[in-house]
Nanobody
């Protein structure tokens, strides 16, 4: 089974931006998930093959998911980052399978 590969995380100050990337391997619907320390993994945003977006309330207006089907890549543009966005971010199908990648760490701190 294919594992997804995430990249683009890092350390950023509150209010900053990051763009995450994920090789999607042609999955029809993809999602970005995150897991903060001591919390369960949660869906952050998702996108269908027809580019319909789904965003959770906590990131609406700040995060944008997009995909480049020609490159089989899904992106998560994160703006106005907050400390509570600190987590390991993963991509996976929607709904997810059991083959999670290593994720990419996003740390929002001053």
């Amino acid at each position: 089974q294919v594992q997804f590969v995430e990249s683009g995380g890092g350390l950023v100050q509150p209010g900053g931006s990051l763009r995450l990337s994920c090789a999607a391997f042609g999955a029809p619907a993809m999602g970005w998930y995150r897991q903060a320390p001591g919390k369960q993994r949660e869906l952050v945003a998702a996108i269908t093959i027809a580019n319909k977006e789904i965003n959770v309330d906590s990131v609406k207006g700040r995060f944008t998911i997009s995909r480049d089907n020609a490159k089989n890549t899904v992106y998560l543009q994160m703006n106005n980052l907050k400390a509570e966005d600190t987590a390991v971010y993963y991509c996976n199908k929607l709904p997810p399978n059991n083959y999670w990648g290593q994720g990419t760490q996003v740390t929002v701190s001053s």
